[in-house]
């Protein structure tokens, strides 16, 4: 008999999040899978349950929520021994991994894909004993962004991360780092450090163009010592889709890197606050499997 589980973040989309539930049930039962629907109720529920999950050798886990509640989903199936396939329900202010998908933003659309028998192997990033699907973020500007509000985030969407970030590059300092990356080293000041596995971050669709999900290497800018009248530059950049051609941003692909500061420096992993430097990240080429539709492949 298949088995499904539904991970359910009560309070996402405005806490309609468990609206939706029938309608995955009924079709998931239609696909004859024996389903199991479970709720978070703290942090960390949604890892506990997708282990749950492959412990029980479960077919498929849909996650019903935000970016929050999938990375938490994820980090719970990521090195298990069964992995179940991923479907996603996004229900979050940003959800960018399901933007990089190609999976519809509309829960209702979304929903719909969990008819489909497609499904598309994608890429894990590792950041020293945790997981990560979309960005990682280190320097000044990353705890500015961890500090967006659900209350920004609900009222602005994408903007709200932009107007931290701009406001903090404007009044920020650069830092000293060391990056080491496959078989090479950059050294040097710098303002913002990111490293993508998607091409959608915070929102914006454009930062990282090339980034595919299943191309195993991370996408890689350092922008360096910028003064105040070149940060509206560096957003204008972000914004087009050609940060990597800026005069004052390095660009590089790593499989592997590890990052260190004489500073202490803060990081950002998908939206939320990381661990400080010094952090090591590693690629996880095309580790799960997601639901996706005909237009997502």
């Known amino acids: 008999m298949k088995q499904a589980m539904i991970i359910v973040n009560p309070s996402s989309g405005k806490e309609e999040a468990v609206d939706h539930v029938e309608k995955i049930e009924k079709i998931l039962e239609g696909k004859e899978y024996t389903v199991k629907t ?7 529920d949604a890892t506990k349950f997708c282990q749950d999950a492959c412990s029980q050798e479960f077919d498929v886990v849909v996650s019903l929520g935000g970016d929050g509640t999938l990375n938490e989903t994820i ?3 990521v090195d298990q021994a069964h992995r179940p396939k991923l479907g996603i ?3 979050g202010t940003v959800n960018d991994f399901a933007r990089a998908l190609n999976i519809p933003l509309e829960p209702e659309a979304a929903i719909e894909t969990l008819e489909s028998d497609l499904k598309k192997k994608v890429d894990i990033g590792s950041f020293n004993d945790r997981y990560f699907v979309n960005i990682v973020a280190i320097g000044a500007i990353a705890e500015a962004t961890s500090e967006v509000s659900p209350e920004q985030k609900t009222r602005f969407g994408p903007l709200a991360y932009l107007m931290e970030g701009v406001k903090t590059l404007a009044s920020s300092n650069a830092y000293p780092l060391r990056i080491e990356y496959d078989d090479k080293v950059w050294e040097g000041d710098s303002f913002l450090f990111l490293a993508a ?3 959608s971050t915070a929102g914006f669709e454009k930062l990282s163009p090339d980034a595919k999900v299943n191309d195993g290497v991370l996408h890689c800018y350092v922008i360096k010592n ?4 070149r940060v509206a530059s560096i957003v204008t950049a972000v914004l087009r889709g050609n940060l990597k051609e800026d005069k004052d941003v390095e660009y590089f692909q790593a499989k592997k890197l590890r990052v260190s ?4 420096l803060h990081t950002n992993v998908d939206g939320e606050e990381g661990d400080p430097l010094p952090v090591a990240m590693e690629v996880k080429p095309q580790h799960i499997e997601v639901i ?3 237009e997502a492949r």
């Open 38 to 44: 479970v709720q978070t109720e703290k942090e960390l």
């Open 75 to 77: 980090n719970g199936m």
């Open 89 to 91: 329900v996004p229900m």
């Open 197 to 199: 596995l998607t091409k």
């Open 226 to 229: 910028v003064n105040m009248l």
């Open 261 to 264: 500061s004489s500073e202490k």
């Open 292 to 294: 996706i539709n005909e």
